[in-house]
């Protein structure tokens, strides 16, 4: 796995990356901010520390290990500090969470987005947990829990509709 809210450390020993790089991107809920970066591999990470199921609501916060090198910001995000070691970039306007980085990361450090705010989430697989002393093992394993699409809801449907007349988007 890549190493969480740490230095990326993809490339083989020789520093020889047979991988080929992708691009992705992403941004906040409401368009104003938006990044891209290149990666090789599709890997992403939940980290259940305190701070960042504080940080992003969540039980844990689903994050994206990004070398600095391949990180654009393509419109700029604000920046709040989270801890004494950290700050976290995010849309002022919609409140979307976009990442972490610790204070010190040099050039050839790494950044975190959150996996939420990429334009294609599902393309990335999780590789391991991080922050662990704070994981609440009840929701780990969901998979068992009874499922229902957001149109079953009539509802949630009634809503959408009359906001938009348009059914209930994917
Ligand atoms: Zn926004
Ligand atoms: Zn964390």
């Known amino acids: 796995m890549s190493t969480p809210h740490s230095a990326n450390d993809r490339a083989r020993p020789d520093g020889y990356d047979c991988r080929m790089t992708q691009t992705y991107t992403g941004g906040c809920q409401c368009g104003r901010v938006r990044y891209r970066f290149a990666l090789a591999t599709p890997e992403a990470y939940l980290c259940h520390c305190r701070m960042c199921q504080r940080a992003t609501g969540g039980f844990a916060a689903a994050l994206v290990n990004v070398p600095s090198s391949g990180f654009e910001w393509l419109s700029p995000p604000d920046w709040y500090a989270s801890s004494p070691i950290a700050r976290r970039p995010f849309c002022a306007a919609c409140g979307t969470p976009l990442g972490f980085c610790y204070n010190d990361t040099e050039a050839d450090d790494a950044l975190d987005v959150t996996l939420g705010s990429l334009d294609d989430p599902a393309a990335f697989r999780p590789v391991g947990h991080f922050g ?35 059914g209930v988007p994917e």
């Not at 449907?157 to 906001?163: C, L, M, N, S």
């Open 132 to 166: 662990v002393e704070s994981l609440m093992d009840p929701w780990l394993d969901t998979s068992t829990l009874p499922r229902k699409r957001s149109d079953d809801s009539a509802a949630l449907v009634t809503r959408w509709r009359t906001a938009t007349g348009r």
